[in-house]
């Protein structure tokens, strides 16, 4: 993966000691002109240099993702 990252918001992972969960913007993830996606990274512990797992979401899928997490939230 190439491109700038943007930090937008870290938040602590519950049920780990030190798991963060990661919120950016990556410009031109995959290459110059390539789409901006937005990026969730779950990293179990802080010191990682790279996620344990990422997801990259294009601008067009985002509300998608957010009403089936809403929905996942609700069956939990």
Same mark, same amino acid.
């Given at each position: 993966?190439?491109? &700038?990252? &943007? ?10 000691? *030190? +798991? ?5 913007? #990556?410009?031109?993830?995959? +290459?110059?002109? !390539?789409? !901006?996606?937005?990026? #969730? +990274? #779950? !990293?179990?512990?802080?010191?990682? *240099? ?15 993702? #957010? *009403? ?5 939230? *609700?069956?939990?």
């Amino acid at each position: 993966m190439s491109g &700038t990252v &943007t930090k937008m918001d870290e938040i602590a992972l519950s049920n780990t000691k *030190e +798991g963060k969960i990661t919120i950016a913007i #990556i410009h031109e993830p995959y +290459g110059p002109k !390539s789409q !901006s996606v937005a990026s #969730i +990274g #779950i !990293s179990l512990q802080t010191n990682l *240099e790279e996620p344990d797992w990422k997801v990259h979401i294009p601008k067009e899928n985002i509300d998608a993702v #957010i *009403e089936a997490l809403q929905k996942a939230k *609700e069956a939990l």
